[in-house]
């Protein structure tokens, strides 16, 4: 192994990361400047180093680094090996056969005959005569976080649209403070739909760094740059700040003020009392907590935490709901149902892209809405952005949608400035907000109004369902069963053109209809009826109906129908 001067590092013996710079810069002042691009920088690093520590505790994972000390040492002899920090070597090496020297490496440290077997994964950056070591060693680093999530990839090499992300980041580390002082970083709303109606139902904070120089830098940027050095607490309570801040100025302004959910990590609860917070954030701008939503991501859950359940809890006593964000991306969703006192879930994207209403994602979603229910939590399905999406998960009762396919992020101007915009018309009315969440949320194995008589008993576990809002001329359909869909289309009541057009569909009822009867006598009553009614001039229904409460701004009544198939 090639070494000049005695910089080393004390565990392994090898060269730290000064000592492996000043020993680079040597090397190749030595060398003629044609073979300078023969030779890379290679960024090791250990999966899952922190597990081999609380496993078997440091001794052992001590051996697991020297081990592979020990391979880089004998399969780089003649090159420059240093340790950069923990788990991480680097490598000077001559470029050729390099991928296959590298594979024999990982079989030998993933050999079953070892005491214990471990992977590991590399960045690989190409030497060029003008990069600085220390540039190069991040480069051949960035190379690695590349695939760091893909564990069926173990060696990357470094492109120069990375060099852009590296340079970005220095760009957004050296300017947070700014960005948060100067409020560079502005909140954009994204209207979440209830699918009963197709009206925005509330709205999604996010956030979008809008740089004077560079533009719109997305959070897919700089989000994980708040987190590696822990000032996600920092932006979260400052986007809650000008949700808050925004929203009384709509109030102000006699605006329609919408229900909002806000994006928190797990991670802001090591450092901070976001309950706390956030309730003085929304009491200084005198915001009702019913008008904020925590939306706390899934993704990086770990295994139960006193602090986050505590957290949840008192999120509930300071009176804001909880929503469990990304749903379905972690390994452990449904644990996390269990351990945490959630009142809301939102479904990751993941599972509504490329929907197939026939596949096994669709069985899965169809029967995680099912379960929420039981559970008495709402849903949201976020990422939609085809009409096969949202007409799937509105037949199977997911009450609430949001994507593209409704509206992309917007500043709050555009859903509150008054005749500026069409959403304006498009947001529901506080008052059917009670309506709504009852109506849209009832099941017909937990319907909420009293113990189902035998003969509805017999019709509904086997048979069509749907939620209506029916009126003196008019139903509108909310939502039903694949079978109640599967009867309108064999009696032909309707088609399946006339199903498949946007939430809130409506049809005329018969002059002479008997429904809307029906639906004052259950009123009257306050129990089942039966009912026989004609749709249209030819076809008729017959069921029972029961009417759980009355739109207050449109006289509507929101029913649910039991319909009695022929045999």
């Known amino acids: 192994m090639a070494r000049y001067g005695t910089r080393t590092d004390l565990l392994t013996g090898v060269l730290n990361q ?11 002042t030595e060398r003629s400047r044609d073979s300078s691009n023969a030779y890379c920088y290679c960024y090791f690093d250990i999966h899952n180093m922190k597990a081999v520590n609380l496993t078997y505790g440091k001794r052992i994972g001590d051996g697991v680094i020297l081990a592979l000390r020990d391979i880089l040492v004998r399969e780089f002899s003649s090159d420059i090996v240093g340790r950069l920090d923990d788990d991480h070597f680097i490598v000077y090496s001559y470029a050729q056969d390099l991928t296959v020297k590298l594979e024999a490496i990982r079989e030998y440290c993933r ?13 690989v950056y190409r030497d060029n005569r ?21 564990h069926r990839q173990f060696v990357k090499f470094y492109c120069d649209a990375m060099s852009d992300e590296y340079l970005n980041r220095i760009y957004i580390l050296n300017h947070i403070d700014q960005a948060l002082s100067e409020h560079w970083i502005k909140v954009f709303y994204q209207p979440i739909i209830r699918s009963a109606t197709g009206k925005a139902s509330g709205l999604e904070a996010l956030a979008r760094w809008v740089d004077p120089d560079h533009g719109v830098i997305m959070p897919a940027q700089f989000l994980p740059i708040f987190e590696q050095i822990h000032l996600n607490a920092k932006l979260d309570l400052y986007i809650a700040e000008e949700v808050c801040r925004e929203m009384k100025m709509c109030r102000e302004k006699d605006y329609r003020v919408l229900k909002t959910s806000i994006n928190l990590s797990p991670l802001d609860f090591e450092s901070v009392d976001m309950a706390e917070e956030i309730a003085a954030i929304a009491d200084r701008y005198d915001i009702d907590h019913e008008k904020l939503v925590i939306e706390i991501s899934e993704r990086t859950f770990d295994e139960p ?42 479904f990751d994207t993941e599972f509504i892209r490329d929907l197939d209403p026939l596949g096994p994602a669709a069985i899965i979603i169809k029967n995680l809405i099912q379960m929420a229910r039981e559970l008495g939590l709402r849903t949201v399905a976020e990422g939609i952005e085809t009409g096969v999406q949202r007409d799937f998960l509105k037949i199977n009762g997911c009450e609430c949608l949001q994507g593209f396919i409704f509206e992309k992020p917007r500043p709050l101007s555009y859903y509150a400035g008054a005749g500026v915009s069409e959403a304006r018309n498009l947001t529901e009315i506080d008052q059917e907000t009670e309506y709504y969440d009852l109506i849209a949320g009832v099941d017909y194995k937990k319907p909420y109004f009293g113990e189902l008589p035998q003969e509805v008993a017999k019709v509904i576990y086997e048979g069509p369902w749907a939620v209506l809002e029916i009126s003196e001329d008019k139903i509108v359909f909310v939502k039903s069963n694949q079978r109640y ?15 498949e057009k946007d939430v809130g569909q409506t049809w005329v009822c018969y002059r002479d209809n008997k429904l809307y009867d029906a639906v004052l006598e259950s009123v009257e009553k306050r129990t089942w009826v039966s009912v026989a009614d004609r749709l249209n001039e030819k076809q008729k229904i017959t069921g029972y109906l029961y009417t759980m409460k009355k739109n207050p701004i449109t006289g509507a009544y929101g029913v649910l129908l039991v319909v009695e198939e022929d045999n």
């Not at 869909?485 to 199903?499: G, N």
């Open 18 to 28: 000064n000592g492996f710079e000043k020993n680079v810069s040597k090397v190749r």
């Open 485 to 499: 869909v599967d009867f309108l289309v064999r009696e032909e009541i309707l088609t399946k053109a006339d199903l």
């Open 111 to 123: 050999s079953k005959e070892r005491y214990l077997p471990f992977e590991f994964q590399v960045g």
């Open 305 to 346: 935490q006193k602090i986050l359940q505590d957290a949840i809890r008192k999120f509930h006593a300071n009176g804001f709901k909880v929503a469990v964000d990304n749903f379905g991306s972690g390994n452990s969703s449904l644990s996390v149902l269990k351990n945490y006192p959630f009142d809301i879930i939102k």
């Open 130 to 150: 003008g990069a600085k070591p220390d540039f190069a060693i991040e480069c051949a680093r960035l190379a690695l976080q590349s695939i760091k999530s893909d």
